[in-house]
Each structure stands twice: as C-alpha cells, then as structure tokens.
C-alpha cells in the first residue's frame, strides 16, 4: 500500500508507556483527571467571557482564543492515549498520524502566537495606558488573532506535507505516545536533514522568536512597574500580567527545552515526560491560574451561578 511519496508504512505504533506496565493504571487516571480539568475549566472560560459583557475586553478575548486552542491541543492527542493505556493495542493509521501531527502542529504554533500577542497587550495596558483604546482596538484584535491562526495552519500544512511525502518504508515503532514530529521524521528511510533544518527553522521562528519577544516585553513592563510612583497601582499593574506570565513560563519552559535541548543529552523518556506536561498538564493548570488570580473572572463566575440559582 502506497501513502504520500513511496510508502509502505500503512500503520505506526506507540510504545509509549508500555515500560511503565506496574503503572498503567495510575497514568490513566491522573491523565483522565488532567484531561477533565483542562476541557472543564478551558470550556468554563469561554463560556464565560463569551456570555458576560463585562468580559469583552482585548485580553479576554486573547483568553479565549487561548482556551478553545488548549481544548484542541489535549483532545487531538489525549483520548487516544487513554485509548492506549487500556487496550494493548497501540497503533494509529499512517493517515491518522498525519492528521494528528497536523493538529498537534496548528495547536501549538497558533499558541506560541496568541501568548506573543497577550504579551503585547499587557505591554500596551501597563507602558502605554493612554493609547491603549486606540492601539488594541477591536479591529486590531480581530486582526492580531486571525494573523495567529493563519500562521498555524500554513506552518502545520507545510511541516505536515513535508513529513508525510518522504518514504517510510522502514520500521513503524516509535518511544512516544502521540506522533510528535521528531519521532516520526527518524522512522523515514531516506536522508532527513533538509526536514530537521526545516524543523529547527519552525522552532527558533516560532518558539524561540516569541519566547525573546515575551521576555523582552516583561522587561519593559517590570521597569515601567517599579518607576510607578503609587504602591497600589504597582501592585495592580502587577497582577494584570502575573497570570500570563505564569502560562508563558509554563508553555514555552517545557516545549523549548523538548525541541531544543541539544542531542547529547537528548533522552526520549525525558521527551515523553516533558510531553506529558505541555499537552495535558499546562493546559489543566492553566484556566485555574487565570480564575484564581483574576477578580473580573471570578465575579463574572458568582454572577453566573447566582443568576442560575438565585437565593
């Protein structure tokens, strides 16, 4: 059977936890918990900035934006590895796997792009306030999102074909859970350096790129901060941007120490790992950091419930 350029691989198979056989169990549980929490409270998000005017600010908007990218992000890759975890087989169509890497890819760029526009958002709030109206006007939100967007699926059509057009005519194993994009590209049977040059491209453009441009924008902001002459005002310039810089850290630590590590101490059970952290446990941990450190969410969530059950 022929698939893409030559191929005879028709279907891939994940060892992914299949070392950890005393703990099967236990990881089922914890990602079926973590996978819960993420859909719930990244759903609670957009329900709520999408139905509540006192919400419908820029950076809500973002939020939003963020949310429903997270919903994306666990569910094209955890299901099927709690699929995995309870039945022995664990394999995937060539095709499927595609499609997956496809997704796995738009989700995470697109991301990558939304946290660099929260960060300008934040910097235009807190360094520019008096323009702020003018600068993040809602047709330049509008315009910051669909520019994210487009980039991630130019960027994950273009990784994806690039991928999936080589011959795999090879072994079809790989150590990971999911079709990430380094472990598939070694299962090719023909030489890979321009698609790892291509890789290294998209991760120093779209991973390192944003995360200097974020860090820069924090600089920037922190020194505005402490010049504020008022304790009250540093304090609530603070917590305006506290909880995206939480996400940042937890977003881009993980995913650029994973695709940028160098490869002498490359590990693919430390791959696995890390993996685990940016597809289900930053997007859990992520709506909890925004409701618990931002009031405008949490007021619109007691004004909610109190309309649904009213004393």
């Given at each position: 059977m022929k698939i893409g350029n030559q191929s005879c691989v028709t279907e891939i198979v994940f060892l992914g936890f299949s070392d950890f056989q005393?703990?099967?169990a236990l990881l089922f549980g914890l990602l079926l918990i973590f996978y819960s929490i993420a859909l719930s409270g990244n759903s609670l998000i957009l329900i709520l900035t999408i139905t509540?005017?006192?919400l419908h600010k820029p950076m809500y908007f973002f939020l939003c934006n963020l949310s429903f990218l997270e919903i994306g992000y666990t569910s094209c890759i955890i299901p099927r590895t709690l699929e995995h975890l309870l039945i022995e087989s664990q394999t995937i169509s060539f095709v499927g796997c595609g499609v997956q890497m496809y997704f796995f890819i738009?989700?995470?760029v697109t991301e990558s792009c939304l946290l660099s526009v929260v960060a300008f958002d934040r910097y235009v709030a807190i360094c520019k306030p008096l323009q702020?109206?003018?600068i993040m006007s809602p047709r330049a939100c509008a315009q910051l999102a669909v520019i994210s967007w487009a980039i991630g699926?130019?960027?994950a059509l273009e990784q994806s074909i690039s991928i999936f057009t080589l011959p795999f005519c090879g072994p079809n194993r790989i150590?990971?859970?999911?079709c990430d994009v380094?472990?598939?590209?070694?299962?090719a049977t023909t030489d890979t350096l321009k698609n790892e040059v291509e890789v290294a491209t998209v991760t120093v453009v779209f991973i390192l790129t944003p995360f200097v441009l974020i860090l820069l924008s924090y600089i920037l902001m922190i020194s505005t901060i402490l010049r504020m002459p008022v304790a009250e005002n540093r304090h609530k310039a603070f917590s305006t941007c506290s909880s995206h810089l939480i996400v940042f850290s937890l977003f881009f630590g993980t995913v650029t120490f994973t695709y940028v590590q160098p490869k002498s101490i490359h590990s693919l059970d430390g791959d696995r790992i890390l993996s685990l952290l940016y597809t289900v446990v930053?997007?859990?941990?992520?709506?909890?950091?925004?409701?618990l450190r931002n009031k405008e969410i949490q007021a619109s969530f007691k004004k909610s419930i109190g309309r649904k059950y009213p004393p």
């Open positions: 005393a703990i099967q509540n005017p006192i738009f989700f995470g702020y109206s003018c699926i130019s960027v150590n990971h859970f999911f380094l472990p598939v590209l070694r299962l930053t997007p859990a941990f992520n709506p909890i950091i925004y409701s």
